[in-house]
């Protein structure tokens, strides 16, 4: 049989070792398989990163859990002492403001 002499290689006779049609498609569709199995593992991985995340924010062991209370409890006693309206009450190592003008330079000798 003549086949016509075109410029599409389709038309040339295939050598008998290549791939068949039904290879390429297989190879393909393990690809494609292949991509989505990889992306939804990295879905779930970023999945139960954020649900561990979650976890520990809303249930602390209770080391942490301690030590949020504390902190809780002192900024609890710093608004009520801020309530109180103490402002002329400091520490032991803060000077008068004017400590400089009348020489003395110790805490509370204004």
Known sequence: MHKPAQAFVTWLDRPTDAMMA????SAAQWFVVSTLVTLFFLLAC???????????????????????????????LEIKAA?????????????????????KGQPGDS
Not at 88 to 93: E, L, M, P, S
């Open 22 to 25: 039904s290879e390429i498609m």
């Open 46 to 76: 970023f999945a139960t990163l954020m649900w561990m995340i979650w976890r520990r924010t809303v249930k602390p062991p209770p080391h942490l859990r301690l030590l949020m209370e504390i902190a809780e409890e002192e900024d609890k």
């Open 83 to 103: 309530k109180r309206g103490n402002e002329d009450v400091r520490d032991a190592w803060e000077r008068d403001a004017d400590w400089w003008r009348n020489g």
